[in-house]
């Protein structure tokens, strides 16, 4: 992974990382990408993810692609749009 000098650069980066997961996950819309399933992927794919998780949950919620939940992430119906019409 190749470090990324912004903060904004390495918000966006995380958030595709997230959203990656759950196309990896194959969830759907209204389906809960739960932390524990979550975190490996992250550490793997982003070890410093821990400095912006907050911010690209925050800039991928006001994108109304997921939803907080009480142990993960929401798909939303929009989030699940963007998924597959790539």
């Not at 650069?9 to 194959?26: K, V």
């Not at 969830?27 to 410093?48: A, N, S, T």
């Not at 949950?57 to 998924?83: F, S, W």
Request: charged letters at 30%; aromatic letters at 8%; proline letters at 5%.
């Amino acid at each position: 992974m190749t470090e990324l000098h912004s903060e904004a650069e390495n918000i966006e980066n995380l958030s595709q990382i997230i959203m990656d997961a759950f196309n990896t996950q194959d969830l759907k819309e209204g389906e809960v990408l739960r932390y524990q399933d979550l975190y490996p992927i992250l550490q793997e794919k982003y070890p410093k993810y821990k400095d912006v998780q907050k911010e690209a949950e925050q800039h991928l919620a006001k994108l109304a692609y997921v939803n907080p939940a009480p142990d993960g992430l929401m798909l939303t119906q929009v989030g699940y749009r963007a998924l597959t019409d790539k």
